[in-house]
Every structure is written in C-alpha cells, then in structure tokens.
C-alpha cells in the first residue's frame, strides 16, 4: 500500500498542542524507507458537503487565526486550507487503496462539528474517512482501531444500510461516547489493561458480527494511540497492530486507510509499518 503524504501537512502548529507536527515527522522517517509515497490534492468545498453543513464547513473556513475553536481544538492560521489536504488524501488513498498519513485527522468530526454530545472536537476538523467511504460509495466497513471512539463516524453513518462501523476504544476516556452498539454501529469499549491478546480476540467478535461477503471495501480509523503509553493505552505492542493487518488482509478486500490519533512520534511509524505489513500479507522488518 502507497503511503498518501504532503509535506504541507507539518506547517501548521499550536505550541504546547499535543496535535503537533513531530507526531507525523518522526513516522514519516520511519515509513519512507520502507514505502512508496504519493502526493495528494485538496478536496474540494463540495467533497465536505457530502458530509457536513454548509454552515459548519463556513464555520471552519472563517475560523479567527490563532484562536479556538474550543477547549481543545485550536485553529491555526490557514487551518481550512490544511483541512482541505487533508481531507484530499483520504479520498485519494480510498482511491488507490492506501494509506493517508497526513493531519488534522477526523474521525471526531460530526456532520455539524461536535458529535454525539461530545463536549469539542478532538483536534478534528472534517470527518476525512467519512467523506472518503461517501465518494467511494460502496458497502463498506470502517474499522475504527483508534483508542478514542469514533463518535463524528458513527453519527455520519448510524442507520446507513451501506455502512458497518465498529469501534474498538477505551473506556473511560475521551469523548465518553460509544458504550453501547447501536444498529450499524458496533462499539466495544475496553479497559486500560487490555493488552494485545483480549483486543485481538475482541476485534474478531466484532468482524464475526459483520456479514463480510456484503462487504465491498474495508476502510481503517487508523490511529495508533491505544499503543501501550500513548494518549488512548489499550497497552498494544507493535506486535498487535501487525495481527490487526493479517486479520483484515485475510478477508481479500480493497482496504484503505486514514490517519487518526498516535501522539509517540516513534510507535505510530512502526506501527503503522506493521499494520500494513500485515494487511499485505509481508514478514515485518524493523
């Protein structure tokens, strides 16, 4: 799988900001001996709409430079136009079956900003995989493997016959939603002390839940902070995200993937290389 990359994505910066650009840097480094990388485009004003109000996308666009958008969410000078790329990416790696490793990420992003009473944003601006698996417009699965839940997700798409969302997320932690499965949406809230073995096992109650010969395309939430001692621990090793790819590549199905979440600049590039190693169905060299 290519890795869908713009340098522009590591201009922008909020001091003190957990979502900074050494998070991705660092990972890059790590993926770009190992990868081919293409460049994305911007997704256009109408690519949003597929998702989110008109009113919300002005929101974002006329947002005051160097203010907040809430309590955790900043918005840096030219944020609409980082977005943008952003958002671009997913829809090329939906395109040519890759991986989108760009920011901001999205998954936190409902259709008019916050999601499912989640008290902000999360650091998201545009729902990316979401407006992604729209254009696609395929059966799709998303597979939301992020410690946080994917609250802006499940609003876009709960009751959507196209779609299946599960969610595998810590709890409790940040946003405080999905503890129940709803429909389409299937949420499985775990504790800190999960380790690889009951998340592996876990992930696989959730696809058997799945019909996955109706599956046409497999999309990944791909953030990688339920790493043992990032933002989200679930207590994962690099070793498990590995086990995730060869779970998700045995199905044979288009897969892409959208960068979420993974604040250790270091586990995120070497998990996000084992993810797609194992989706590949590659011995993992480190």
Known sequence: M????????????WVGHIERPERVRIAIEILRERHNFVEPKPASHQDLLSVHTSEYVDHIKNAQAESYLDGDTPAPKNIYEYALLSTGAALMAAKINGLSFTRPPGHH???NGTAMGAPTLGFCYFNNIAIAVKKLDKSTLILD????????????????PKVKFISLHRHPTYPGTGLVSQGNCLNFPLPYSTGDTLYLKTLETALS????????????????????????????????????????????????GVLEGGYIGEYVGRDA????SGIEGNIMKL
């Open 2 to 13: 290519k890795i869908v990359f713009s340098e522009r994505c590591l201009e922008y910066n």
């Open 109 to 111: 992003a409902g259709v």
């Open 145 to 160: 493997i992020d410690g946080h839940h994917g609250n802006g997700t499940q609003e876009i798409f709960q009751g959507d």
């Open 209 to 256: 839940q799945v019909e996955m010969e109706n599956i046409e395309v497999i999309a990944i939430s791909a953030g990688f902070d339920a790493h043992q001692g990032d933002l989200a621990s679930l207590g994962l090793t690099t070793s498990c995200y590995l086990e995730i790819g060869r779970i998700i590549g045995a199905y044979k199905k288009p897969v892409f």
């Open 273 to 276: 290389h084992a993810l797609l």
